[in-house]
């Protein structure tokens, strides 16, 4: 199905300039399938990685990419110059709650730290009514299978409830991916401000 009217989609990834070929095509195959499909990629404007891989494919596909980067990393150059729009904002803070403000859904790739940070607090606020939109986590080759076992340790020790698991999809293509992320999902409980 091609999207009639404009649907956002955040994808966290890696901007490591050292990341693993096939992380890279399936960042690249992301973004060409979010073109494809009528959807903006939503990003954190950075240009090497897995970020930049996605945002170049969608953009040599068509489609449209919105960054969102904070000002510090604009002032150390981290951004990508040909994006669709560039929002520039203060803080980390203010770029995740705005990349999730303005999104149907959002695609977790591999990534490091920040992705890990990114994805967590996104299950978190599904978790506590703050994001309507649909999350996924697209298992690039197993990627996440430790982090995926992490949250079902965590209920088998009663940290976690089995309901929470469901709070996310897991993907195993980029297809796949882009379709769980499209899917219908409940109407936004919490809109940022900005």
Known sequence: ???NETTYITVYCGSSATSPDKYLAAAAVTGRELARRGATLVTGAGR?????A???????????????????MVRRGWNHA???????VESMHERKAMM???SHGVIALPGGIGTFDEL?????WR???LFAGNVV?????????PYISLLRHACREHFLKDEHLALFTVAESAADAVEAALAPCSPAVFTPKF
Request: glycine letters at 16%.
């Open 1 to 3: 199905m091609i999207m």
């Open 48 to 52: 090497t990685g897995l970020m930049g």
């Open 54 to 72: 996605a945002a170049d494919a969608a953009l040599a596909s068509g489609g449209a990419v919105t960054g969102i980067i904070p000002e510090f």
């Open 82 to 88: 040909g994006l669709t729009e560039l929002r520039v």
């Open 100 to 102: 999730a403000g303005i």
């Open 120 to 124: 967590t607090e996104i299950i978190t």
């Open 127 to 129: 978790q506590l009514g």
């Open 137 to 145: 986590i697209y298992n690039v080759d197993g990627y996440y299978d």
